[in-house]
Nanobody, 123 residues
Framework: QVQLVESGGGLVQPGGSLRLSCAAS????????MGWYHQVPGKQRELVAS???????NYADSVTGRFTISRDNTKNTVYLQMNNLKPDDSAVYYC?????????????????WGQGTQVTVSS
C-alpha cells in the first residue's frame, strides 16, 4: 500500500507563511494527481489545490494568488506554499495522491490520504 506523511503545519500570525510537505512511500509505480484538501469541524473536506504528473495545477478561488502547489516527482513529494495566511485558512490540511502501485505481479490503483496536519492562523 502507498502511505502519505505530511509535515509543516503549525501556528502562524495573519499575513504569515507556512510550507506543507507530503511524501508518498511504498511500492509506487506511478502517481497521477497529488493534492491538498482542508477541513474544519462540521464541514466537508474541500479541495485547496491539486497538481498532475505533468505539472497542471488547480486552485480553490479562495487561495488563488496566495498559495502555490508544486511537486518533486523524483521524491514522490508534493508541497503547498501558503503565503498571506488568513484566519479563515485555519483547518486540518490533508494530502491526497492517486496512481498505481506494484502488488506482486500486478499493478493496482491507489487513492491514499495522509493523516492531516493542523494549520492555525491567529494573532
Amino acid at each position: 500500500q502507498v502511505q502519505l506523511v505530511e509535515s509543516g503545519g503549525g501556528l502562524v500570525q495573519p499575513g504569515g507563511s507556512l510550507r506543507l510537505s507530503c511524501a508518498a512511500s511504498g511500492p509506487i509505480f506511478s502517481i497521477f494527481t497529488m493534492g491538498w484538501y482542508h477541513q474544519v469541524p462540521g464541514k466537508q473536506r474541500e479541495l485547496v489545490a491539486s497538481i498532475t504528473s505533468g505539472g497542471d495545477t488547480n486552485y480553490a478561488d479562495s487561495v488563488t494568488g496566495r498559495f502555490t502547489i508544486s511537486r518533486d516527482n523524483t521524491k514522490n513529494t508534493v508541497y503547498l506554499q501558503m503565503n498571506n495566511l488568513k484566519p479563515d485558512d485555519s483547518a486540518v490540511y490533508y494530502c491526497n495522491a492517486n496512481g498505481e502501485y506494484a502488488s506482486g505481479a500486478f499493478i493496482r490503483k491507489f487513492d491514499s490520504w495522509g493523516q492531516g496536519t493542523q494549520v492555525t492562523v491567529s494573532s
